[in-house]
């Protein structure tokens, strides 16, 4: 019997051979040590992403998240809903924030979702919580720390905390210009948090490294930067886009900059999978482009 | 499409601040600034705005319709929200330079170029096509949107980039042929066209 | 009283026992400082201790005690023995939480409280208990100049505290500007739409409480007297004057409007459609709520422009260099009659900072819900344009010239305080006439905005007709420590005499100023010192025939406190004295003094202390630290354990302006080998508890230096410093750096002369 059971919403990039699959390997491992049951909403749809605003408008970004919410509603009833994603998470929050306090705004969302026989109740049934929310209040530090095997000695982790995880909504106890939470949880399996990184929740262009690559990759650099200044063996992130943008531009950044990053970049998932006493795999460290030997090596240990 | 514009120029004249507090997502707020300049100072992208968003508060105010309508400004918008969190007469302004931009595009007077704009076109076609996103599909789309051989160009400058993507199994080479959305697309294609029939009666935007 | 018998109790708490020798230092009191009674106590205040002290008092006969154990400023109630003279020796604040507990220290602080001993026992001898003020006044009664709302509120507050309230207004009506407004800025929840300016409540009030007396079309001819005593001629129009007795006067003359005709840039003169805030209040008040119309032809405003800062916060030559306060949100407000009128009127206010301190920014908001724009920009010209006006302003965001145009343009102009005849131009000429050194200001301001020079009071003392100004005109109240406390005793400002201010804030200081009134007059009739010496019943008094009618002490009293006699000797009024001693310090010929403060009283313990000679390496250095900031910051120092040299030999004094330069040409003349002065912060925004006191000060020592030069003496062993109550940390750190400088410098050469 699961401890805790939640409505789960993995979003795109968490997906077989999607960007962000690694970190839903690390979740699923993770998981299973916290006693965490996630119940997938059948048939979820895209969230809109950060994007979606400026073709989607108003109404059928809403619809899209509308649409999720009353799947979950439906079927993982009285079920918090779960997003490990930030773009997701934020998404299906603010759409449910902002039906819940305009009336002509949830009226037409229900006309809407009625062509495909869902609705839509709200009325805070179902609160949309971001995975590292349900990992500090309902699972709590003590509770973080309880399957670990392995500490994560030795290691210094630069806390990415980034933008979407902690703004506009955030984390409740944590301030908007210095969360302390993600290097709580470093703290909490043994690794080396430096609590002052200062690039901690600076932007990373976000769905902008696409289209307007050097402006992003200009971001890119300070973060990784003030994680090198810091003495940092590794970045670790809770958001799939914050990964992927530091990530996976260092070779190029290195060539526009005359500049030899060479840093991993992980997620929270990986650190308590490791620490719980996860292999390489289960931890999804194979999907990690820059390797993070340091940990891959505690978890051969 | 530019027929709206002309219709929405003729029924508010120049109360441009109307125009946007009935049309634009959030838009009532926009009178509501104090003019401190605390998002400007704020935002990431804020030296590659022409109008950083107090300016453009401020140009809505004055009537300024064609230069807020038309600017780049508001596609820097990277959505980290710092200007929310920091406002301190707490306005949405992220989702306000959200509702301009897409109330631009939609009177198709948004500048034709620019990428952001042309990337989420992209973006919302592919998942509203099946309802997921499917990752490889949009890389290619964005950097074929130049032409072939721009896209040729731009996808061999990330290669290393996407072959290290596939090696690690987080990009899947073969999308495009098996990517799978939700279970019933033309289900959600109803939805959302019913949605955007909704939002224009209300905007007033005969599509 | 009886025979002088002295005691000396010596306590042995708190440390003091361990770490000095007592038995010397009660040796000392003995032999030395010929006290009769000298006793040691482990624990001086405790009951035992205290008894001990009021059995001697009671039963010895004592009449002058010598409390050796912590400073003046602590146990206070333990040792308040008011029936005697008391003197305090600070062993512990002092000296040993200031000095290390170490072997090598031991020797040198010894020293210290061997000397600290002999300067309390030195004090003490000079020392009188004060004799109660002979002349104090018994009128409890208060005058209020002006019935707008200060004036009005002040009565009604300290009519219903039981005073008895004279209120004279210069015009036929109560209500002052309140009464011509339309509505007011609101003043409570939820601060969203004006309100009733709620003057006729306040008029009612006033009729209404029985000890309010009224004169209308009324002035104030004649002021004299002092708190408790004053006298005042109160003339009608008609030419009839009535004299009056009150104990203290409140001034609550408020401010007359800018004249906006010294704007035509913005218009006004060309247009009867640009008019000032005012004029719009009687537009408002004639459209009772409906749509207001344009002076020009009566049509309906449909757009109107506010232009902020009209004339105000700008250098430019006639214009008010301050910010009025009140306008945004008056601006605001006459925005509002425009939309709540009639929501489609463009109502733009064009501003450069937008004030709205307090719940002002609630109403701010709720202008902007109502569609009201706010611009910010800088207005540069108004023209009359085809039947309209526009206003060419540069957008200060968009950093572009821009234009507005408008039926109608408000000009947001400033308050003029109504502060009567600036006394100090006569006072300066005064001492360029007779070539005197006084310090009365050495700078003077240049005024470019010209203001009526009506007085108001007609006071009849020495330093002028009206109550000193500050900057700009306004009334000096204090501004930094105790608002409403002007220069002259017993009489109180409130409103915008004393500061550009709104309704709401007036009303707060009006009702202050109440208080502080009432506090007048009861301390005066006890013949007490009101503020900031409370409760102190000593007062100057002078020997006559050592008097050379120099007039520097009836010139430079901060509070015009010494009229001169018929044979132009300074005549004290006791009453009006805030027992400073500046008069004390300016007296060239040192003929002035208090019973328990006095030339005498300092510098005898200046000169008790034993002098080491030359080849002993021990410097001494004076410290004359000012009791209200410089002496707690010190006490403070002590308590944290900050060390400090133990050269120096501290001495309290009520003010630096107390400081008579003989005490620092004794000291260096008997071998001090440097001299600091700690007095607070001077100039427009002093701290100075006695106004002028530290500016003073700084003035007389910088005559000093040229003594310094005869001596032969380097300038560097006087010093003055601004010290301020919060400098715990710097206070020592500037002992000590001085203390260093001394040793590069080297020993006074007039030691052992």
């Known amino acids: 019997m699961a401890k805790k059971e939640y409505s789960f919403y993995p979003g795109c990039s968490s997906e077989r051979k999607a960007s962000a699959s690694n970190y839903m390997v690390s979740v699923e491992a993770m998981c299973e040590k916290l006693d965490i049951k996630l119940n997938e909403i059948p048939d979820w749809n895209c969230c809109g992403a950060s994007i979606g605003y400026a073709e989607g408008g108003e109404l059928p970004r809403h619809v899209m998240n509308a649409r999720n919410i009353a799947l979950s509603e439906q079927n993982n009833p009285g079920q918090d809903i779960v997003a490990t994603c930030a773009a997701c998470w934020l998404g299906a929050k603010e759409t449910a924030d902002r039906l819940d306090a305009c009336e002509q705004l949830l009226a037409d969302t229900k006309e809407v979702l009625q062509q495909a026989g869902l609705d839509i109740h709200l009325k805070n049934e179902t609160p949309i919580r971001h995975m590292v929310e349900v990992l500090i209040e309902d699972i709590g530090y003590e509770g973080i720390k309880e399957p670990m095997v392995k500490p994560l000695e030795g290691i210094k982790f630069a806390g990415y905390v980034g933008c979407q995880t902690n703004r506009p909504f955030g984390v409740d106890g944590e301030s908007f210009e210095n969360p302390m939470y993600l290097d709580k949880m470093v703290e909490t399996v043994g690794g080396e948090a430096i609590t002052n990184y200062e690039k901690k929740v600076t932007c990373c262009g976000g769905a902008l490294a696409f289209s307007e690559p050097e402006k992003s990759q200009k971001q890119i650099k300070e973060i990784i930067e003030a994680a090198y200044d810091q003495g940092a063996d590794m970045i670790v992130t809770p958001c799939p886009v914050c990964q992927m943008n530091v990530e996976v531009y260092q070779d190029q950044i290195n060539k526009h900059y005359g500049t030899k990053f060479h840093i991993p970049v992980t997620y929270y998932s990986q650190l308590l999978t490791v620490a719980y006493g996860g292999s390489a795999k289960e931890a999804g460290l194979n999907g990690n482009i820059i390797r993070a030997k340091r940990l891959e090596d505690i978890a051969a240990k | ?207 | 009283m009886s025979e002088k018998k002295t005691a000396v109790y010596v306590c042995r708490g708190c440390g003091i026992g361990n770490r000095l020798d007592t038995d010397q230092l009660a040796k000392i009191a003995e032999s030395e400082g010929k006290c009769s009674l000298v006793r040691q106590h482990d624990f001086l205040c405790n009951a035992d201790g205290v008894s001990t002290i009021r059995n001697d008092i009671d039963g010895e006969g004592v009449t002058h005690v010598v409390i050796a154990a912590c400073s003046r400023r602590a146990k206070t109630d333990a040792f308040g023995f008011d029936d005697v003279a008391l003197g305090r020796a600070n062993l512990r604040e002092g000296i040993i939480w200031v000095r290390p507990d170490t072997e090598e220290a031991r020797e040198t602080t010894q020293e210290m409280a061997d000397d600290f001993l002999r300067m309390a026992c030195a004090e003490i001898q000079y020392i009188k208990q004060p004799d109660t003020n002979q002349n104090a006044g018994t009128n409890k009664n208060i005058l209020v100049v002006g019935g707008g709302v200060s004036g009005m509120t002040a009565a009604i507050e300290a009519s219903k505290a039981g005073y008895g309230i004279l209120l004279v207004e210069k015009t036929g009506q109560l209500g002052g500007w309140a009464a011509k407004l339309h509505k007011r800025v609101p003043d409570r929840e939820p601060f969203a739409d004006p309100v009733d300016a709620g003057v006729s409540d306040l008029v009612k009030s006033v009729e209404y409480e029985k000890n309010i007396n009224v004169f209308l079309n009324s002035s104030i001819t004649r002021t004299s007297g002092a708190p408790g005593q004053f006298s005042v001629d109160i003339s009608a129009e008609s030419g009839e004057t009535v004299t009056e007795n009150v104990g203290s006067i409140i001034q609550a003359s408020g401010f007359s409007g800018y004249d906006a005709n010294q704007l035509p840039e913005l218009g006004y003169g060309k247009s009867p459609d640009v008019i000032d805030q005012a004029e719009l209040e009687q537009l408002a008040i004639q459209a009772a709520d409906g749509p207001i119309k344009r002076p020009s032809d009566g049509k309906e405003v449909e757009s109107v422009v506010f232009v902020q800062c009209a004339g105000q916060r700008s250098d430019e030559p006639g214009h008010l260099p301050y910010c009025s306060g009140h306008c945004c949100n008056t601006s605001i407000k006459q925005a509002m009659y425009f939309k709540d009128a009639n929501p489609n009127v463009d109502t733009v206010v064009i501003f450069d900072d937008l004030r709205t301190p307090g719940n002002g920014e609630d109403f701010y908001r709720s202008a902007q819900r109502k569609g009201v724009i706010f611009t910010k920009g800088k207005p540069q010209q108004v023209s009359p344009v085809d039947g309209q006006l526009e206003v060419k302003f540069h957008d200060m965001i968009l950093n572009d010239e821009a234009a507005a145009t408008a039926d109608l343009v408000v000009l947001a102009t400033g308050q003029i305080p109504n502060s009567g005849v600036d006394i100090e131009p006569a006072a300066m000429q005064e001492v360029e006439d007779g070539g005197g050194e006084s310090a009365a200001q050495a700078e003077t301001e240049t005024r470019e905005v010209q203001i009526p020079v009506e007085s108001i009071l007609n006071l009849t003392y020495r330093q002028g007709v009206d109550l000193p100004h500050l900057r700009h005109g306004f009334s000096d109240s204090h501004f930094i420590c105790f608002p409403y406390e002007t220069q002259r005793s017993g009489i109180y400002t409130c409103g915008p005499v004393r500061r550009p201010m709104d309704i709401a804030q007036t009303m707060e200081d009006a009702t202050g100023a109440a208080l502080k009134s009432i506090q007048a007059v009861e301390n005066a009739v006890l013949g007490r010192a009101a503020h900031p010496r409370s409760g102190d019943l000593s007062f100057p008094s002078f020997r006559r025939e050592g008097c050379t009618q120099c007039k520097r002490c009836t010139v430079e009293c901060p509070f015009g406190a010494i009229d001169e006699d018929e044979q132009r000797y300074p005549l004290f009024n006791e009453s009006r004295c805030r027992r400073c001693g500046t008069c004390m310090g300016a007296c060239p010929v040192r003929v002035i003094s208090f019973d328990n403060y006095s030339v005498d009283t300092v510098g005898q313990q200046i000169k008790s202390v034993n002098m080491p000679d030359e080849f002993d390496e021990k410097p001494r250095i004076l410290i004359l630290a000012c009791e209200n900031d410089a002496y707690p910051a010190l006490d403070m120092a002590a308590q944290q354990g900050l060390e400090y040299s133990a050269f120096v030999r501290i001495v309290p004094v009520r003010c630096l302006g107390s400081v008579n330069t003989i005490w620092v040409t004794d000291a260096l003349n008997s071998g001090y080998d440097g001299v600091m002065l700690m007095g607070c912060k001077k100039g427009d925004d002093y701290q100075c508890h006695f106004v002028k006191g530290s500016e003073l000060a700084h003035y007389r020592m910088s005559k000093i230096d040229d003594t310094l030069q005869q001596l032969q003496l380097e300038p560097e062993r006087v010093e003055i410093y601004e010290v301020e109550i919060t400098d715990i940390q710097r206070v020592p750190a500037l002992i000590n750096e001085y203390a260093a400088k001394i040793d590069e410098i080297g020993m006074n050469p007039f030691k052992g002369f």
């Open chain 2, 1 to 207: 499409m530019s027929d709206v514009n002309t219709a929405m120029v003729q029924k508010y004249r120049n109360d441009f601040l109307k125009e946007v507090e009935e049309n634009v997502e959030e838009g009532h707020w926009v009178k509501m600034c104090m003019q401190c300049g605390v998002c400007s100072g704020s935002c990431p992208f804020g030296p590659h705005w022409d109008h950083p968003p107090q300016e453009i508060f401020m140009m809505i105010r004055a009537g300024k319709r064609d230069e807020v309508l038309t600017t780049e400004s508001m596609w820097m918008c990277t959505s980290c929200y710092n200007c929310i969190v920091r406002c301190p007469r707490e306005l949405p302004i992220t989702h306000i330079m959200h509702g301009l931009a897409n109330y631009a595009h939609r009177l198709g007077i948004a500048p034709k170029m620019n990428p952001t704009r042309r990337f989420a076109g992209i973006f919302w076609n592919n998942i509203a096509k099946t309802g997921r996103v499917n990752e490889l599909a949009l890389s290619l789309k964005l950097y074929f949107m130049d032409g072939f051989m721009s896209g040729i160009k731009k996808g061999l400058a990330m290669m290393s980039v996407g072959i290290g993507m596939i090696k690690t199994k987080r990009l899947n080479p073969f999308a495009l042929i098996s990517h799978k959305g939700v279970k019933n697309p033309k289900e959600l294609h109803v939805l959302l066209k019913k949605a955007r029939e909704i939002e224009d009666r209300r905007k007033g935007i005969a599509s």
